[in-house]
Nanobody
């Protein structure tokens, strides 16, 4: 059974930074592409960034140049470094593998002054 545990969210001022972590268990982590998603109230969940097994990355246009996804296969962990945060980045953030499995509890990011 796949387990996804996200952490690192919080309240941050516009322009600030946060690093999210997602620890994955129940799968051979290095075998899977991984992604970070977010869901704001009243909106659909959307893909923010993804990282392949070989470390190749891709980003949604709205976070390019501000967010960086990375992974540590030895720690079964995927990270999302977020900088230059904007109020519109406020959402619950989730990680998942490709193809998607069940979702974790997510971690809330709130960008507000």
């Amino acid at each position: 059974q796949v387990r996804l545990v996200e952490s690192g969210g919080g309240l941050v001022q516009p322009g600030g930074s946060l690093r999210l972590s997602c620890v994955v268990s129940g799968i051979i982590f290095s075998y899977y592409d991984m992604g970070w998603y977010r869901q704001a109230p009243g909106k659909q969940r959307e893909l923010v960034a993804n990282i392949g097994r070989s470390g190749n990355t891709d980003y949604a246009e709205f976070v390019k140049g501000r967010f960086t996804i990375s992974r540590d296969n030895a720690k079964n962990t995927v990270y999302l470094q977020m900088s230059s945060l904007k109020p519109e980045d406020t959402a619950a953030y989730y990680c998942n593998k490709f193809p998607n499995t069940g979702w974790g509890q997510g971690t809330q990011v709130t960008v507000s002054s």
